[in-house]
């Protein structure tokens, strides 16, 4: 069974979110996600300065078995993209909710983070999808 | 090893080397390299050694059992390369005038009325040179269409998760943004999810069916229905007609547009980067937009036609009439099979793909449809040998090279974990299909009781299990003396 930290929220296309106390958000995927790409050769994070859309594709990550976007998970700006992706993809895999961490967004005013999953529930969202 | 690493300074063919001194004095001084050129220095025995062991070290549709789902890897007939290789083809100059090219047209003009007559679309253009082209210029001629009447508010195409990437990418090609439509449990598109996103911004919906996952899109009546009454077109990716051939048509099912992979339903080669071609179909309100050049026949003459018949062309995409050597072949393997022969390559290709899909189960695979019939193809999910003996998909692929097969399509569509993609074809008689089921089983035996061997295969190829992470990330193509 996968990692799910209990202090994130999540997306049912499998990223994780982090709450700053800033009031703005880190993301990245998950331990099940990355677990399903494979070993990861190349990831596009995007640059600060990015205008988001909740659910609209802003990076991209590839493995030996597929390319994918990763989806926002809310309107916002991107502030920092990690930009050590570039070079060492890997560590998405070995550290996927700590130096995998892929941006920082700050939400815009009237974006919500209501429709994200707890851990219980992106945990049933991940069984469910794996029968 | 390299042909480069088999070089020695000096060593050559002489009587295959271009002959006397070349005037090269019209070429301007900037132009003319400085250094040698670098080719390697080999006997003609040599580079003949060295291609042909290169050649025996392929898996190939020639040589082994090639399963390739989605890729249709079925035989291609000898008889086809040697007619499009007689000397009246081969020897025909593109730019020669058309009353001088008669021949190689009336064959063209043919395949275009076969290809319309077994699709079902009203007029066919040959000249994409690829699949990826044809979808290209398909979403292109959508564009064209919507934009000249005016509709630029459609700014999205719908595409299944279980598509070809190469669906979504066409569609961004074109200008469209890319709304991805779920499958369902029972493998059709989810109908409620189709619904809820189609609407005046909807360009078109990209299809494939049978869809990837193998099965036969039950609701394409309903779903063409619902993408066409909000003003959308459908287009319909040609990947999978090899199960349909002669059965079911595209244009039949409400579709406006299509590609069609000329090497997988009509058995030219497979480019691996070579001449392919694409050619695309349309219904009536698309033909103004069709790729140029076509072929024209008024009752006496065949001819091309070109942006003058045809002014609202989104124009030409290759050199001259396309990859026409490749056309050749799939109009005579047309031929060769005639109406009948188109029937049973559709019935064949299913007949197999579920007599292996059936066999499989009984031997304790899992499938990822079960209640579903295959089409020509079927998905083995192996996420509970992933899980429980520790060996995945790859493992299995590898070990199947050591068994005399190659692998089927692996991790593809990835909305099923840990799967494979089987697509027998129609080429392969019962006792291929029985052997395939032995490898099978025998490797599944392995992985219970020795894992680590089948994680360690293959074992009897020229090399082991590559390291393709470390190939994605130190990419290295290009040879460098010393």
């Given amino acids: 069974m996968s990692e799910i930290p209990s202090d994130l929220k999540y997306t049912s296309s499998h990223e994780w979110v982090r709450i700053e106390g800033d009031g703005s958000i880190t993301v990245g995927i998950t331990d099940h996600a990355q677990d399903l790409l494979g070993d990861l050769v190349y990831v596009e994070a995007p640059e600060s300065g990015t205008e988001v859309e909740v659910k609209e594709a802003c990076a991209v990550v590839e493995s030996v078995k597929a390319a994918s976007d990763i989806y926002s998970p809310v309107d916002g700006e991107v502030i920092e993209g990690n930009e050590n992706l570039a070079d060492t993809p890997e560590i998405i895999n070995t550290d996927p909710y700590g130096e995998g961490w892929i941006m920082r967004v700050q939400p815009s005013e009237s974006a919500s983070l209501d429709d994200l999953m707890d851990a219980e529930a992106y945990e049933a969202h991940v069984a469910s999808e794996t029968h | ?482």
């Fill in chain 2, 1 to 482: 090893m390299l042909i480069f690493e088999k070089s020695e300074t000096g060593r050559t063919v002489a009587v295959q080397a271009p002959s006397g001194d070349a005037d090269v004095s019209d070429i301007p001084e900037g132009l003319l390299r400085k250094s040698p050129t670098g080719l390697p220095e080999v006997s003609e025995l040599q580079a003949v050694r060295h291609y042909t062991r290169l050649s025996q070290q392929n898996f190939s549709i020639d040589t082994h059992f090639y399963p390739l789902g989605s890729c249709t890897m079925k035989y291609n007939p000898r008889a086809c390369n040697t007619l499009a290789m007689l000397p009246g083809f081969l020897s025909r100059h593109p730019l020669a005038p058309d009353a001088l090219g008669q021949g190689v047209l009336a064959c063209l003009y043919e395949l275009q009325e076969m290809l319309k007559d077994v699709t079902g679309m009203q007029e066919v253009s040959l000249s994409p040179a690829a699949g990826a082209q044809g979808e290209f210029a398909g979403m292109a001629m959508i564009r064209a269409y919507h934009d000249a009447r005016g509709d630029t508010e459609r700014t999205e195409v719908l595409v299944p998760d279980a598509a070809h990437g190469t669906n979504p990418a066409s569609a961004v090609m074109c200008g469209y943004k890319v709304r991805e439509i779920p499958t369902a449990a029972n493998g059709d598109v989810d109908v409620d999810a189709l619904r809820a996103v189609v609407g005046p911004q909807t360009a078109g919906i990209m299809l494939t069916n049978p869809s990837t996952v193998g099965v036969f899109e039950r609701r394409i009546e309903e779903i063409a229905g619902i993408v066409h009454e909000a003003g959308g077109l459908l287009y319909y990716d040609g990947a999978n007609l090899n199960a349909i051939l002669g059965k079911v048509r595209p244009g039949d099912m409400g579709f406006d547009v299509i590609h069609m992979n000329l090497h997988k339903t009509f058995s030219t080669p497979h480019g691996g980067g070579g001449p392919g071609a694409g050619p695309v179909g349309v219904s009536e309100r698309l033909e103004p937009y069709l790729p140029v050049p076509m072929v024209g026949y008024d009752g006496d003459e065949y001819s091309l036609l070109t942006s003058k018949q045809y002014p609202h062309t989104i124009g030409q995409l290759s050199a001259f009439a396309g990859n026409v050597g490749v056309l050749l072949r799939a109009y005579i393997y047309a031929r060769l099979l005639g109406r009948q022969g188109m029937l049973r390559v559709s019935e064949f290709a299913t007949l197999n793909a579920n007599y292996l899909m059936v066999r499989m189960r009984e031997q304790g695979f899992k499938l990822a449809y079960p209640e579903r019939r295959a089409t020509h193809e079927f998905i083995v999910t192996l996420k509970h040998e992933a899980a429980e003996l520790g060996v995945n998909t790859m493992d299995f692929a590898k070990r199947l090279l050591d068994y005399g097969h190659h692998a089927p399509t692996t991790y593809f569509p990835l909305l099923v974990p840990e799967c494979l993609l089987i697509e027998p074809t129609e080429s392969e008689d019962k006792a291929t299909l029985d052997a395939f089921v032995d490898a099978m089983a025998a490797i599944l035996a392995e992985a219970k009781d020795n894992p680590e061997k089948v994680k360690g295969a293959p074992y009897t190829l020229p090399v082991r299990r590559l390291d393709d992470v470390r190939a994605a990330r130190e990419l290295d193509l290009r040879w460098q003396a010393g």
